[in-house]
């Protein structure tokens, strides 16, 4: 065993022992943050390894949340499959976009994905009789379950949001050591150059959405389900934004940056929230600190300085 | 064992009204060394890049191994058998010597992308630095480094733009051996301002002045040649 894969096993043991060492409060928040983590992983295999800068990621994890929660409400599935037609529904809305919206780079492919996600905003209200729109939908407690085990009670819910973090980091960790993952970084590190040993740039950059989208969807269904509630207010661009902060300030391109940066960014809002309405300045001021300091973030920096094994 | 595995017919490139090349026919044969010379700006560049499909032509044909890839983009031709190494050196130097050449060996689809990767890096004298980031190469490394990844992809044309540009004499010689030692599996396409290497190197040398092709011939040949001399001293 390689000390790459003892340290994210360590992370997991972890997580799973501090079940049953934090208070119930807590229990939800990193229950949450977990599930966010997930999201903020699928994004940083586009932007971090890929060098995909996407201001549109909401829309596939709205569109993980929304094919999960309209399958419980209005279809009538179980909870399982409905988690399932979220992921794909988060790989199949990244699938399209790409086709689209890679034939652009740079600065054109941020703003046509944005404007994909505005679009995606947009539909979920025009449709509100079955979206709900604004208001949007709870799902109803009894469907929110595999199984006997009720996944919006704290501990099998910790435990969901647990699996799937663990599951997801792994395969993460899986690909950046993967051929394809050295080629999605050959993307970021020099296009032209890839496309002259061969690599299909078009190729290579969607089969990195459509993994990034599967995360995404993996993350809001689950995310769906866990919280009981489905909102059009995840499909804005502030859930675009939220998963490059995580990432930026984890670490791009980094296993278990999009982890430590939602932690961290979490408990940021939730303690200075406590202090002042302005809680969004000390996150811009937190922000500034990083570019000013350690523009790689947190791991990048210290993959730099000290530790270069890390992944 | 005169077969030809690549030939262009009027190849033409206009920048807005600039011929950077003008209706050029070109053969090269299977598993020779062909040196492509001329003057700065003669569109020496332009015309490999046409080969290689990193730009489109303006007219003209390209065949290669039996098939037309005029249209082929360039990563298609890379498929084909077609390998090119940049001018200005263009390695992945954030990463480490063995990802830039396991990114080019995995394309090709090794079994034991370790093992073929070191020796490919061994081939260029490498392999002691396979862990050290590209980018703090000194620059004669570097130039290895991107030659490596044209050959590591087992090519049936090599193109290569400047390979010698900043490399050491000792360097040089090295150089020499190992484009020998890759004939005649692979043919070789290459440009070169250093006349001793071209002199040295080539079974064929062409001559490219203003866009056109102004002669093609043996070494001896383009030695002898009025038109050639005339273009390089400007008489």
Known sequence: MTRALALHLGV???????????????????????????????????????????????????????????????????????????????????????????????????????????????TILYFGTYTRGDEGIVINRAARAIGSLDLSADTPRYFAALTLFAIALLINLMLTRSRLGRSMIAMRENEQRSRMLGYNPFRVKLIALVISGLYAGAAGAAYGVLFGYVGASFATIQYSILPLLYVLLGGAGTTLGPFLGALIMFYLIDISSGYTTAHLFVVGAALLVLVLFAPKGILGTLRERAVKWLP | MAAIILFARGLTKHYDGIKAVENVDFDLTAGQIHALIGPNGAGKTTFVSLLSGRITPSAGTIQFDGADITRLPAHSRVARGIAYTFQITSIYAN?????????????????????????????????????????????????????????????????????????????????????????????????????????????????????????????????????????????
């Open chain 1, 12 to 122: 997991i043991a972890a997580l799973f022992a501090a079940q049953y060492l934090l208070p119930s409060y807590h229990q939800t928040n990193i229950a949450r943050i977990m599930v966010l983590a997930v999201f903020a992983m699928g994004y940083n295999i586009a932007f971090g390894y890929t060098g995909l800068l996407s201001l549109g990621h909401a829309l596939f994890f709205a569109a993980g949340l929304y094919a999960t929660g309209l399958g419980i409400e209005l279809a009538g599935l179980s909870a399982a499959p409905a988690l399932l037609l979220g992921l794909i529904a988060g790989g199949a809305i990244a699938a399209a976009t790409g086709v689209l919206a890679l034939r652009t780079s740079g600065v054109s492919f941020m703003i046509v994905t944005l404007m994909f996600a505005q679009t995606g905003y947009l």
């Open chain 2, 95 to 235: 990463l480490p010597v063995f990802d830039n050449v396991a990114l080019a060996i995995q394309r090709k689809g090794s079994k034991h992308l370790k093992t073929d990767t070191m020796a490919a890096l061994a081939r260029v004298g490498l392999d002691k630095m396979a862990d050290q980031t590209a980018g703090t190469l000194a620059y004669g490394h570097q130039r290895l480094l991107e030659i490596a990844m044209g050959l590591s992809m087992n090519p049936k044309l090599l193109i290569l733009d400047e390979p010698t540009q900043g490399l050491a004499n000792s360097e040089i010689e090295a150089f020499k051996a190992l484009i020998r030692a890759v004939t005649p599996q692979t043919t070789v396409l290459l440009i070169e301002h250093n006349m001793d290497v071209v002199m040295d190197l080539a079974d064929q040398i062409t001559v490219l002045n203003f866009g056109e092709k102004l002669a093609t011939g043996t070494p001896a040949e383009i030695r002898a040649n009025k038109a050639v001399q005339t273009a390089y001293l400007g008489g």
